[in-house]
């Protein structure tokens, strides 16, 4: 009996040693760099960030964003990590289960600092390159570039050799040369390959990572790469100058809303209307009013809510135009600066209103979720709210342009522009064509504040910044002339954002400005000047 006891004890110390050794064997890279975090110090967290991605294990990914959104803890006297889930349970990090009850009494929260939260963005690239979601693979491949660490180096050879997605695989190629030009020891041929990779993507990073190139390099690798700098800056130079013509094309349709019902009050009228600003500040609040209808009532239809404020912004600054047409205007045709002086009180008197009724801060317009975001067209960003305006205001031209031809209305307008005394010895009625014609223009003006509700801020103030620059794009194009209105409203807005660059915004302007009374010292009617007996006497 004594001998089998003996046994049985060297059994159960054999069994406990390979339990141990078991145990031993599994605690592995992973279980040991985690035991890093335990020290409270930020150079052994950083060991631990970049032992703990490249382990390969499973939970390396939920550790490093457990760490990244401040949902890491450890305890420093059981040498234990874990990870606080979104509903507030405890998990251990090593093993992923829920941690036993209760927490360590010493449980504190992993600390952080700058250079940590770099190291962490660069893991997380590495670990995310392999993800199914080809968008995160993207940023991911886009993090390590950023970060130029090779230790994604062999993660993103992996990655490379099945990535699917053209757009993907390109980015994740970007960032392997990137990482090939940061490392010391990398070969002039690999360089030489890695310069030509970042020279294709030729943007201002590329640009930033060539210019930052050590200066111990070999002729070779120096020669190409002030080649490959040149030539990005030529590309850049080119897109620059696609960019500012896409400003100047997005201010240009602002300012043919803003402008185009005053070319038709003024061409028709005579009228310096001074108070055009006020109608687009309607339409602007108008569509704040609508929103927020539809934000208390029926937020399931706010996407739809630029399509109720259109037609609303039309009739309500319109119906103002029409009474103001009707109760001043009609009083002082024929004596402009009585005219001019009358309007800017009613500009003053609409923006006391408004801040009457609504204050004087600014008030929140939301853009669709159609209109929100951005797209990159070869080297420039377009974003979608303005690619929208720049459509409306074409179709708001269009309309114009169909309507001036095709409807009765249309037809006396033309005649009233063309001859008054004539038109109205034909049966016109003038006035009612007068009335009627303010309230157009000021209608169209309302729809130029819904569209400026997108991309300024809605406040008392909004049409003042536009009045001035609608009576240069109006007299510039041909009083009366929507040809005109359109040509000069592309015309000065392409050319304000090519200058501004060189002489600043409000030089900019001025020059502008300068540029616009040398042209009408020589084309005193402007660029489309309209025809007829009444304009020509």
């Known amino acids: 009996m004594r001998a089998i006891h003996d046994r049985l004890i060297a059994l159960a110390l054999a069994l406990g040693l390979v339990i141990v050794g078991v145990s031993a064997a599994r605690a592995g890279p992973y279980e040991d760099a985690l035991t890093g975090f335990t020290a409270d110090s930020f150079s052994q967290s950083a060991r631990a960030i970049n032992a703990v991605a490249a382990s390969g294990n499973p ?82 491949a886009r993090a390590v ?44 041929v690999d360089k030489i390959d890695a310069i030509a990779v970042i020279r294709e993507r030729g943007d201002q990073e590329a640009l930033g990572l060539l210019e930052g190139l050590p200066e111990n390099l070999s002729p070779d690798v120096k020669d190409t790469a002030r080649a490959a700098i040149a030539n990005i800056e030529s590309n850049l130079a080119v897109w620059n100058a696609v960019q500012n013509a896409w400003y100047g094309l997005s201010l240009g349709s602002v300012l043919l809303l803003a402008a185009i019902g005053l070319a038709i009050t003024f061409g028709v009228m005579g009228v310096i209307n001074m108070a055009h600003g006020e109608m687009v500040m309607l339409g602007a ?82 853009n669709p979720s159609w209109m929100s975001g951005a797209f990159e067209l070869g080297g420039i960003t377009i974003t979608y709210n303005r690619l929208w305006i720049i459509c409306f205001a074409l179709i708001v031209f269009a309309m114009l342009l169909a309507m001036l031809r095709f409807t009765r209305l249309g037809l006396e307008m033309r005649a009233v522009t063309q001859n008054r005394a004539m038109a109205a010895a034909m049966g016109i009625r003038t006035a009612r064509i007068d009335a009627l014609t303010f309230g157009l223009g000021s209608g169209v003006a309302g729809m130029a504040g819904v569209a400026l509700s997108q991309i300024d801020n809605v406040s008392p103030n909004l049409g003042q910044g536009y009045i001035i620059d609608s009576f240069l794009v109006v007299v510039f194009g041909g009083v009366g002339n929507l040809w005109g209105t359109l040509v000069g409203a592309f015309t000065l807005g392409i050319a304000n954002k090519f200058i501004e660059p060189y002489a600043g915004a409000v030089l900019g302007k001025i020059a502008i400005l300068v540029l616009i009374i040398l042209f009408i010292q020589k084309r005193p009617r402007g660029m489309f000047a309209l025809k007829g007996r009444a304009v020509e006497a």
């Open 145 to 188: 570039f950023r970060s130029r660490k090779a230790s994604a180096l062999t993660a993103l050879d992996k990655a490379i050799a099945v990535e699917s997605d053209p757009r993907v695989k390109a980015a994740m190629e970007e960032a392997r040369a990137a990482i090939i030009l940061n490392k010391g020891d990398a070969s002039d």
């Open 285 to 366: 609040y108008t569509t704040f009013v609508v929103q927020e209808i539809i934000r208390q009532h029926a937020p399931y239809l706010f996407d739809l809510s630029l399509a109720f404020a259109i037609p609303l912004a039309f009739l309500v600054a319109g119906a103002v135009g029409i009474l103001i047409e009707r109760t001043v205007i009609r009083f002082l045709y024929g004596r402009p600066l009585e005219t001019l002086l009358a309007t800017w009180g009613l500009s003053l008197i609409l923006q006391q209103a408004v801040r009457t009724a609504f204050g004087p801060t600014n008030k929140e317009v939301g």
């Open 59 to 140: 939970l390396a990914a939920q550790v490093i964003e457990a760490l990244q959104d401040s949902r890491l803890f450890f305890s420093a006297q059981e040498k234990r990590v874990f990870i606080k889930a979104a509903d507030g349970t405890l998990l251990d990090a090593a093993t992923g289960n829920p941690a036993a009850d209760p927490p360590p009494d010493d449980l504190s929260k992993v600390r952080l600092s700058n250079r940590l939260r770099n190291l962490i963005n660069a893991a997380l690239g590495s670990l995310q390159l392999m993800a199914p979601d080809p968008g995160r693979r993207l940023e991911a």
